[in-house]
């Protein structure tokens, strides 16, 4: 079972998600701000961190820049009644790996914990397998079969991106944000160029499929789901 940690000062979101992680085999430990969340991680094993921002003595900016800068790779999800795109983009800078809006959907939230936990097991193990084809995060590599190629970084990080999370659908802005600089000048459209090297390379590896998601943006998936 998963232990995951739920940082908020509000009692009634405590006791909501307190109850769906249970529903969902997940075991909450709660804590009402950043510095009892502080002291929790000295005591207990925790795979994910739910993250509320506004809250006394820490919030959680502060909170993700101390785990951050401690070299502390848990994953965190904010949760956060604040909309401004400059408080999410302080979040992702800060080091926070996804941000969901007040009032959450429960099943949205629940389906984005199970990928972030997916992702930090694959990020632990540096190595991502999708049939007979492998990407190893420390060498830039893709192998499949006997065939080996070392990517450059940008293609090899946009790839590893799309195939840790099959079938979900990214805008060319969020793959920019995550894989370029956020404050880069770089243009949207050097994604598309990215991700048709990307099918060049590949158009003929029968584990996965680059898809254009016509007026949203780019998905991957198994070869074989691509034609259903």
């Known amino acids: 079972m998963f232990n995951i940690l739920l940082v908020d000062d509000n009692k009634n979101t405590r006791r909501l998600m307190e109850k769906v992680l249970l529903q969902n085999n997940y075991e909450p430990i709660l804590a009402v701000d950043g510095m009892e969340a502080l002291d929790i991680l000295d005591k207990k094993h925790v795979d994910l961190i739910i993250l509320d921002i506004m809250m006394p003595r820490m919030d959680g900016f502060e909170f993700t820049k101390a785990l951050r800068e401690a070299n502390c790779n848990i994953p965190i999800l904010m949760v956060t009644a604040r909309e401004d795109f400059a408080d999410k983009k302080m979040g992702f800078l ?135």
């Open 94 to 228: 800060l080091g926070a790996d996804d941000y969901m809006i007040k009032p959450v959907d429960e099943e949205e939230m629940i389906l984005r914990i199970g990928a972030l936990l997916r992702r930090s097991k694959i990020s632990n193990e540096n190595k991502l397998t999708i049939g007979s084809t492998t990407l190893d995060y420390d060498s830039i590599t893709v192998t499949s079969g006997e065939c080996s190629e070392e990517l450059p970084k940008k293609e090899f990080m946009l790839l590893f991106k799309l195939l840790s999370f099959q079938n979900k659908i990214f805008t060319r802005r969020q793959l920019m944000d995550e894989i370029w600089d956020m404050e880069s000048e770089t243009d949207e459209r050097t994604v598309d160029v990215h991700i048709n090297r990307l099918r060049e390379r590949f158009k003929i590896n029968d584990d996965f499929e680059i898809i254009t998601v016509r007026g949203l943006g780019y998905k991957a998936v198994k070869k074989n789901e691509s034609t259903t």
